[in-house]
C-alpha cells in the first residue's frame, strides 16, 4: 500500500460536504486508493494486523461481534437507512427555493441564515448543519415527502421503547 494515507489522512475541510476518502478494503485497511466521492455510512472496524497472531483480534472476528448483536427479529444494521436519508437531505439541500423547502417560515429563515450568513470568526461546521438539516428534514419535511422515513423511526421506536418518540 502507499503511503499517501498516513501522509495526509484528512482530505477534507470541516465547513464543506466531504467529497474524497481514502478507500478502505474488506478487512478496513486502507488501499491507499483516493476516491472522489462522500464515504458512505457503513459498520467499518479498522483492526490493525498483528505483528504475530497471539491473542490479537482480526478484523473478521470483529465483524463477528457485531453479529452477535442481530437476532431473527432485528438485524443490527442501520446503515441503508442512514444512506438513504442522507442522499435525501442531500437533495432537499440543493432546492434553490426556500418556498419549495416544505417547512414553516421559521426553519426557512434560520436555513437561510445558516446556508447565505457570512460567519465572522467561529461558524458551524458542515457536519453540526446537516445534522440540524437532517433533524429539520425528519420532523418537517419527511412527514410529507417520505412517509417511508417517518414509518422507519416509528416502529424503531416502537421496538426500542414504545413511550418514547426519539428522532434519533
Known amino acids: 500500500m502507499s503511503r499517501s494515507f498516513f501522509e495526509q489522512p484528512v482530505l477534507n475541510g470541516p465547513y464543506s460536504c466531504p467529497s474524497r476518502h481514502w478507500e478502505l478494503d474488506p478487512d478496513g485497511q486502507p488501499s491507499g486508493r483516493l476516491l472522489e466521492s462522500r464515504r458512505v455510512s457503513s459498520y467499518v472496524t479498522p483492526v490493525p494486523k498483528p505483528a504475530h497472531r497471539r491473542g490479537g483480534t482480526t478484523a473478521k472476528e470483529s465483524r463477528l461481534q457485531f453479529e452477535e448483536v442481530s437476532t431473527g427479529s432485528q438485524e443490527y444494521d442501520p446503515t441503508p437507512i442512514i444512506n438513504k436519508i442522507r442522499d435525501e437531505v442531500a437533495y432537499w439541500r440543493q432546492i434553490p427555493d426556500p418556498r419549495l423547502w416544505q417547512v414553516t417560515p421559521e426553519t426557512a429563515r434560520l436555513l437561510q441564515h445558516w446556508r447565505h450568513h457570512p460567519f465572522q470568526g467561529i461558524r458551524p461546521f458542515f457536519c453540526q448543519l ?39
Open 130 to 168: 446537516e445534522a440540524v438539516e437532517t433533524a429539520i428534514w425528519l420532523a418537517e419535511v419527511a412527514p410529507k415527502t417520505a412517509r417511508w422515513a417517518h414509518d422507519h423511526l416509528q416502529r424503531a421506536n416502537e421496538q426500542a421503547n414504545p413511550n418514547i418518540f426519539r428522532m434519533a
